[in-house]
């Protein structure tokens, strides 16, 4: 639950930060969301106990919830249209590098001094994103008129819908059938009730117009199953190398450092290309590239060594994530207004944490894992096979949605 708590309540207030950002001023809530997330770092740190500490991460993933997807809104709405894609190619890759660094980092200050670091280190970051935000950012809101009466039935709908279903997703395995049943149940009604309530009020949390943008839609629908399978992907491989070929669990880590090097050099060019060329062909071949690795990285068992056996999958990998994030993510808010950047960023935000909860939750069950079978290297290195092939289906799929759905034709992004 120190881990849980967190991603519950963020899961289920990203799509409410978004619209609070658009509505109140993106700067304004990214900035109660970076000092929030200081002062609630600061009280998990000094917890005394494991239900404070408990308590502090929940309070963590509400003020996570607001500063997410205003990071990317304040990008879209502060730069000139022929500097965005850049911008969001660089966001994209030091997002990558920050979530592949978080784990070592984290084993680091664990080695060097405590747990606790873990949290007082947020303390120094957040000064200087707050310095930065305060002399360089502008604050940007919806146009005034547009309607600022914030839509709470709407932002409850939604809160339960993603906590139901980030809940259940993440506690499955110590749960009864009747249980996970009843919560589904709780996340279809809440989110049949969200949708009745958006297609309804004037002033939506989320404007349903939104999904009627082919680029949006297709962004989305290729986020899903591209997230799934870069999540469940790097879960499987770091266990294997560790049960199967005989990795440290740093060594294990380690083995994905060639993708955060693609992520530095290169995020930041191919949003660039994604401008001037259009985000279809990157969005093709990036996850196609990524399904490729994918499946060299099958093989991997006992005895492979990393450079012949492990290092060509996890560089092809890396190369089709690096090509494929940041035209995706710039395609999703460039087919939205700029006045719903923020929410926008919040959709695709909880698309993408839903994929990556759905993989890593159903795929150990579908390939016949489970209990001490993670650690019978027999027994999971045939379960590990067998999901990575699953994910080089996902990421392919994914391929050929964006080949699909961003063909030439009205409401491309190039367009907009």
């Known amino acids: 639950w120190v881990v849980n708590a967190y991603l519950l309540t963020l899961s289920a207030l990203i799509l409410v930060g978004g619209s609070l950002a658009d509505r109140l001023g993106r700067r304004r809530i990214y900035l109660v969301g970076v000092v929030g997330f200081a002062l609630t770092s600061l009280g998990c740190g000094l917890a005394p106990t494991v239900e404070v500490l408990i308590a502090a991460r929940l309070l963590q993933g509400v003020c996570g919830a607001l500063l997410t997807p205003g990071s990317l809104a304040l990008i879209q709405a502060s730069l000139h249209p022929d500097d965005r894609a850049r911008a969001i190619g660089t966001w994209s890759g030091l997002t990558s590098i920050a979530i592949l660094a978080g784990p070592f980092v984290g084993g680091w200050l664990i080695d060097l001094a405590s747990w606790r670091w873990i949290f007082f280190i947020n303390l120094p970051l957040a000064a200087v994103v707050v310095a930065l935000c305060l002399r360089f950012v502008p604050e940007s809101r919806e146009p005034v008129g547009a309607g600022t009466r914030f839509d709470l039935p709407g932002a409850a709908t939604s809160a339960v819908a993603l906590a139901a279903l980030t809940y259940v997703l993440t506690e499955a395995a110590g749960l009864?059938?009747?249980?996970?049943?009843?919560?589904?149940?709780?996340?279809?009604?809440?989110?049949?009730?969200?949708?009745?309530?958006?297609?309804?009020?004037?002033?939506?949390?989320?404007?349903?117009?939104?999904?009627?943008?082919?680029?949006?839609?297709?962004?989305?629908?290729?986020?899903?199953?591209?997230?799934?399978?870069?999540?469940?992907?790097?879960?499987?491989?770091?266990?294997?190398?560790?049960?199967?070929?005989?990795?440290?669990?740093?060594?294990?880590?380690?083995?994905?450092?060639?993708?955060?090097?693609?992520?530095?050099?290169?995020?930041?060019?191919?949003?660039?290309?994604?401008?001037?060329?259009?985000?279809?062909?990157?969005?093709?071949?990036?996850?196609?590239?990524?399904?490729?690795?994918?499946?060299?990285?099958?093989?991997?068992?006992?005895?492979?060594?990393?450079?012949?056996?492990?290092?060509?999958?996890?560089?092809?990998?890396?190369?089709?994530?690096?090509?494929?994030?940041?035209p995706l993510t710039a395609s999703v808010l460039a087919a939205a207004p700029d006045a719903h950047a923020g929410v926008a960023s919040g959709i695709n935000n909880a698309i993408a944490r839903t994929g990556g909860l759905l993989a890593v939750a159903a795929l150990p069950a579908a390939v016949g894992l489970g209990g001490a079978d993670y650690r019978d290297p027999e027994v999971f290195t045939a379960g590990y096979a067998a999901a990575q092939m699953i994910c080089a289906v996902l990421l392919a799929l994914g391929g050929i949605v964006s080949w699909v759905g961003l063909r030439p034709g009205r409401h491309t992004t190039q367009e907009l």
Do not use: C, K
């Open 176 to 326: 009864s059938g009747a249980t996970v049943g009843l919560l589904t149940g709780i996340a279809v009604l809440a989110a049949i009730a969200f949708g009745v309530r958006e297609r309804r009020t004037a002033h939506p949390l989320v404007p349903l117009s939104l999904f009627a943008d082919r680029v949006f839609s297709t962004a989305n629908a290729m986020t899903l199953l591209v997230y799934g399978a870069l999540g469940a992907t790097s879960f499987f491989l770091t266990l294997q190398l560790q049960v199967s070929v005989g990795m440290s669990p740093l060594q294990a880590g380690l083995a994905s450092l060639p993708i955060t090097g693609l992520l530095i050099v290169f995020s930041g060019r191919a949003g660039a290309l994604a401008g001037r060329i259009g985000p279809r062909v990157p969005m093709s071949l990036g996850p196609l590239l990524a399904a490729a690795g994918t499946w060299l990285l099958v093989g991997v068992e006992a005895g492979t060594t990393y450079v012949s056996g492990v290092l060509p999958g996890v560089v092809l990998f890396g190369a089709g994530l690096t090509l494929l994030v940041a």
